[in-house]
């Protein structure tokens, strides 16, 4: 798998032999088989169902991980990357989201995991990546109290199905995606909108966080606990007042919100002042169950944010520049490459005291790849790869609380709302033939990860 033009400069072997390497991936933008072997349907089936994805695609069929976990597993096992970070399906454990088990989706699952134990890659396993079942959002989903229960339930049947093998949880995968897209702006599923029904559910995912860690503890007490945020740098547009303010506020709702709250440290409600009637939703004793001491926090690091004031954004009064307009070097999904992000993050996040230890538990890109005579020389992704871990060593080198990195995403795969015309992968899916191709970014990250 050598080869000259992909030979990274800096090697893994620079973090020390501690340091976790490996590569992310979701349930929902991987299996496919939607509604087989007795999954019930959850939010992202309806969703796509209704049309509502670009080109009206559906993740139905993804990149099939279901059939082809072990095709995949064996080529994470041939790169050599000894970590692979995956969720599971709720809907395919709990099909009605709450009560009956479905025994198939428990006995898919512990394949999945044998799978990799048996070729010595670790499982790290997201408990939550966005896919409510539907008859739990039928009863309000994330807006109803009554997660917490649900939540609960879930959480603890995958960790007494799954625990004796796996030691790697993370509860929830950026809840502030999933409550600001698919709560407040409804560009997500469940497509639901408006300030009311975002501070509901965004509170009752902060309870879950807490909640979930403290259902795994009580189970196995040795298991490894981490919950995921998605965070990036955010700059001012310029030093005007106003930009500056507005920036503070992106930057609070971003990078502070979620996290704070988890360690007792209350939302940011001096700088959002529309997070304030978040207190409508909170019973007494909120403030108690929402601390919640976290083994590790998986940071989500793409881009970096340029802000600037605006009084047609409700509430925030701030909109981000996207970087097209400002005419820096993007991604296909119109995010700056801006690898300084991944360094900043990382010395703010590790500046709480309560923050044991961090993982980049997603960073990766979305280029234009295109299969020439059988080789995909992604060089942009490369690029974009070896800069991150470039200031992820520098981070390194200034705090021991960094522990880890894992690409998004071993395969392309299902871009949410987007479909699949933005590709993540370390590895290229036909997706009409379903067939596997190593993109040269996979050979690049295996020649780093050697000795
Ligand atoms: C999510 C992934 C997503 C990726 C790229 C993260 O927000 O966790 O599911 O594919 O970013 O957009």
Not at 388 to 412: M, N
């Amino acid at each position: 798998m050598e080869n000259t033009e992909t030979q990274p400069k800096l090697r893994s072997s620079a973090f020390g032999k501690d340091f976790i390497w490996g590569v992310s991936t979701s349930a929902l933008q991987t299996e496919g088989a939607h509604n087989i072997d007795g999954k019930g349907p959850n939010i992202w089936d309806e969703f796509a169902d209704l049309g509502k994805i670009k080109n009206k695609e559906t993740h139905f069929d993804a990149s099939n991980f279901y059939e082809k976990f072990e095709e995949d597993i064996s080529l994470i096992k041939a790169l050599g990357i000894p970590n692979f970070r995956f969720s599971l399906s709720w809907a395919r454990i709990l099909p009605d989201g709450t009560g009956k088990i479905n025994e198939a989706g428990i006995a898919y699952y512990h394949k999945v995991i044998d799978t990799c134990i048996a070729y010595g890659i670790e499982p790290w396993v997201t408990l939550y990546h966005w896919d409510l079942p539907l008859l739990l959002e039928r009863k309000g989903g994330w807006t109803n109290r009554e997660i917490l229960i649900w939540f609960e339930e879930y959480v603890s049947v995958c960790v007494r199905a799954f625990g004796s093998k796996v030691k790697h949880w993370m509860v929830l995968n950026e809840p502030l995606v999933f409550t600001g897209a698919g709560y407040f702006a409804g560009l997500h599923a469940p497509g639901k909108r408006g300030l009311k029904n975002f501070l509901a559910a965004a509170h009752h995912a902060s309870l879950c966080m807490g909640i979930g860690l403290r259902t795994i503890k009580a189970i196995d007490p040795s298991a490894n606990v981490g919950t995921t945020f998605n965070c990036f740098q955010v700059s001012a547009y310029n030093q005007n007042k106003v930009n500056i303010n507005a920036a503070t506020r992106i930057d609070a709702l971003v990078n502070r919100m979620f996290i704070e709250a988890v360690l007792g440290l209350g939302y940011p409600t001096s700088e959002i002042k529309a997070l304030r009637k978040i207190e409508n939703y909170m019973l007494p004793g909120d403030t108690e169950m929402l601390k919640a001491d976290f083994d590790f926090i998986g940071l989500q690091v793409y881009t970096r944010e340029v802000v600037r004031h605006s009084w047609y954004t409700p509430y925030l009064h701030a909109r981000l520049v996207p970087a097209s307009r400002r005419k820096v070097y993007h991604t296909k999904m119109d995010w700056e490459v801006y690898p300084n992000s991944i360094y900043e993050t990382i010395k703010k996040f590790s500046a709480y005291e309560g923050v044991k230890k961090i993982f980049i538990t997603e960073n990766g890109a979305s280029f234009h790849d295109e299969i020439v005579a059988g080789e995909i020389n992604d060089t942009q992704r490369i690029h974009y790869l070896e800069k991150h871990i470039a200031e992820l060593h520098r981070a390194y080198k200034q705090t021991d609380k960094i522990a880890g990195y894992f690409v998004w995403s071993l395969t392309d795969n299902f871009e949410w709302a987007e479909g699949y015309e933005q590709r993540f992968g370390l590895i290229h899916i036909d997706y009409k033939t379903k067939k596997r191709s190593i993109k040269n970014s996979a050979k690049w990250y295996s020649s780093f990860l050697k000795e």
